[in-house]
């Protein structure tokens, strides 16, 4: 029997191909069971990727906040004004718009297949950032879950968002980790106030790892209680059809379409015709930057129609 190939199965033939290459059926399992899954520094990047990529976040640390940065000292606010800002903690947003080393990391092969996973195939990115902390105080792990809720608070089983946190610095418990609630994204709920604090765990990995969740899953962060920086890229992806947190569908450039295979076009919603003026609707972006399964699919009902007629 050989799984991998099925006719009903095409748009989710190429993940699981793709899961099965990179070594991750593990991780899979484990965000199946657990709602999360960390995957080591080897089958990420490499060392040189991972440098260019650090250099980079510490760069645009300094040219938003007017400071020095490194990674042993603690951090500042400096000039850097955006919101949220908590005690040694600030974001820094629209990071794929900032250097082309993250249009490398958005399309990054097992953080590509962990989230065309869990999204079976439905992604976009959302926002792409770098959550940049050093040693602060925390009243609680503040745990939620990234999906949005539906108006009775509750969440679809299926993850309608996936995260991932591509860690720059080693994550432990001192060093402020992620903290997760195994098996909470199977509740399809978020935390009512300060539940799942006792039941919640440290994730430690070394830098270069990759964290990735199911968008239901509760998680939150322990306070860094050492000095120096705790960094990450930060890659949320939801669902076509939700609204992206950052603005890309409109605002990517042409140049930056031209020099990325057709996969990141779809990440940033450039097929996406919707959002239209007086002109209306441009369908060929669709088509423009359709996968081959996808064209496959429409090629299949053109002919079934045809018949038909
Ligand atoms: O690392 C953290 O502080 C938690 C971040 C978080 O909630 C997220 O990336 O969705
Ligand atoms: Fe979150």
Redesign the pocket.
């Known amino acids: 029997m050989e799984f991998g190939k099925f006719k009903s199965t095409d748009a989710l033939n190429k993940t699981f191909n793709r899961v099965k290459t990179l070594g991750l059926e593990t991780n899979i399992y484990e965000l199946d069971t657990y709602g999360f899954t960390v995957v080591p520094p080897d089958k990420v990047a490499d060392k040189a990727f991972f440098e260019r990529i650090r250099e980079t976040v510490l760069r645009i640390c300094k040219e938003r906040t007017g400071l020095d940065f490194s990674l042993d000292s603690n951090g500042g606010f400096g000039e850097y004004k955006a919101q949220p800002q908590s005690d040694g903690?600030f974001l820094l947003f629209y990071l794929l718009m900032a250097d082309r080393v993250f249009e490398e990391w958005v399309l990054n092969p097992t953080l590509y297949a962990l989230i065309d996973y869990l999204m079976r195939g439905q992604q976009q990115l959302s926002s792409l950032?770098s959550?940049v902390?050093w040693k602060g105080e925390r009243d609680t792990l503040?745990l939620?879950s990234?999906s949005p809720p539906d108006r009775d608070g509750h969440l679809p089983a299926c993850s309608d968002v996936a995260?991932a946190?591509y860690c720059l610095t080693d994550y432990t418990l001192d060093n402020?980790?992620?903290?997760m609630v195994p098996g909470s994204h199977l509740y399809c709920r978020q935390p009512g106030a300060g539940e799942g604090e006792k039941r919640a765990v440290p994730v430690e990995a070394e830098a270069g790892s990759l964290i990735a969740?199911h968008g239901n899953t509760w998680?939150?962060?322990f306070p860094k209680k050492t000095d120096g920086l705790?960094l990450?890229v930060?890659s949320?992806h939801c669902h076509r059809r939700l609204k992206t947190q950052e603005a890309y569908q409109w605002r990517v450039t042409q140049e930056m379409l031209d020099r990325n295979p057709p996969e990141f076009a779809r990440l940033v919603g450039a097929d996406d015709h919707m959002g239209w003026d007086e002109h209306g609707p441009d369908y060929t972006r669709g088509v423009k930057y359709m996968s081959e399964d996808a064209k496959k699919r429409f090629a299949r009902l053109a002919n079934r129609k045809k018949k038909a007629a």
């Open positions: 903690q950032t959550f902390k503040g939620h990234d995260n946190a402020g980790a992620i903290a969740w998680h939150g962060a705790r990450n930060t949320y």
